[in-house]
């Protein structure tokens, strides 16, 4: 056997293992990568009401990662998830710009599942400052969106492909808006800006809130995509398929968790999805 293609995420736990590294490697999985993973923060969740609670890895600990990641070569793609500070912020920014890393996705990840508040606004003014500009691929969900493009609230389609032409101008070399179920519509839509061109993903919307982890994963799958030699909109359209098999076949974990089903596409595409 040849060596794997790898895949590293700078990313925090999240303790359901709906998002955040455990989605992440679970999806550089399924795309036959080897998934690395330096953790940035550790979130877990109050059971009586599912409240979140941060604890953030100290930076030095976060380098000492990243140098066992490095010892082994470049990966063939990667991504960010949650970082949580601005001091985080910059290690990830000097990982990818020291090691002229490729096939950089940038999921701009500014708060918890459930929670309405920017978690850190000075890490959401680096991760627009700093990292924005290293992107090939940038994957903000709406609420993100409206943060890094200064338009707060986005309603519909023409907002979304707004906010990404204004994210495509702070450096990104190409931006997807994820809408998902958040807009009043029959479809999960995302936006895809290319710097030249929009266009909208579509998948019919699924009634159901067992979704958890789809931002995530749909980052992941896309860093999947690249590793593997796929132009960035052929990432991109696979991601959403993978994606949305994901969903689709969502389960309840808990009375107040529905994660999605990491390995649902490639299951369903052999047969053996349940």
Known sequence: MTTPLKTLTIAGSDTSAAGGMQADLKTFE?????G???LTCIVT????????????????????QLATVFSGGNPDAMKTGM???QETVEIAYHAIKDHHLKNVVIDPVMICKGEADVLNPDAANAIRDLLMPLADVATPNLF????????????????????AKKIQELGAKNVVVKGGKGLKSDDAAD???DGKTFETLSAKKQTTDRNAGAGCTFAAAVTGGLANGLSVSDAVHLAKK????AIQNGFDLNKFLGPVFHPAYRMEKVGKLI
């Not at 399924?30 to 080897?34: D, L, N, P, Q, S």
């Open 30 to 34: 399924e795309f036959g990568t080897y």
């Open 36 to 38: 690395m993973v330096a």
């Open 45 to 64: 969740m109050d059971p009586a009401d599912w409240s979140h609670h941060v604890n953030q890895v100290a930076p030095q600990l976060i380098k000492d």
């Open 83 to 85: 970082l949580g500070d």
């Open 144 to 163: 993100e969106a409206g943060v890094l493009s200064g338009m707060g609230t986005l309603h519909n389609l023409d907002e979304m492909k707004q906010a």
């Open 191 to 193: 936006v895809f800006y």
């Open 242 to 245: 993978f994606d949305t098999a």
